[in-house]
Nanobody
């Protein structure tokens, strides 16, 4: 069982930036793909970005604005979010997956095994 601690959410104005952090309680480097999802009120979880040790993948809504990165010494994963829009408002979740390969980044919730608690991101216009 991997525990994931998420932080970094908050209130930001349109066009602003936030950086989310996800810290695992054990070494996830080379064992897990890590992903970020978000959930707006009443909607399904939406894939935002994911990363294996060698590959990243982004939702179309995140491309060019968000960057996922991993600290390969600590196993932490980050989501840098720039040029935020009101439609980015959601609860953001970090997750870890064993269902990855060197060429494949999992993108569905069913492929992720462990989940952190959510952090709220609110973008005000």
């Amino acid at each position: 069982q991997v525990q994931l601690v998420v932080s970094g959410g908050g209130l930001v104005q349109v066009g602003g930036s936030l950086r989310l952090s996800c810290v695992p309680d054990e070494d996830t480097v080379n064992r897990f793909a890590m992903g970020w999802f978000r959930q707006d009120s009443g909607k399904e979880h939406e894939f935002v970005a994911g990363a294996t040790p060698v590959r990243t993948s982004y939702a179309d809504s995140a491309k060019g604005r968000f960057t996922i990165s991993r600290d390969h010494t600590k196993g932490s994963v980050y989501l840098q979010m720039n040029s935020l829009k009101p439609e980015d408002t959601a609860v953001y979740y970090c997750a870890a997956s064993t269902r990855w390969t060197w060429d494949y980044v999992p993108r569905s919730t069913e492929e992720y095994d462990y989940w952190g608690q959510g952090t709220h991101v609110t973008v005000s216009s």
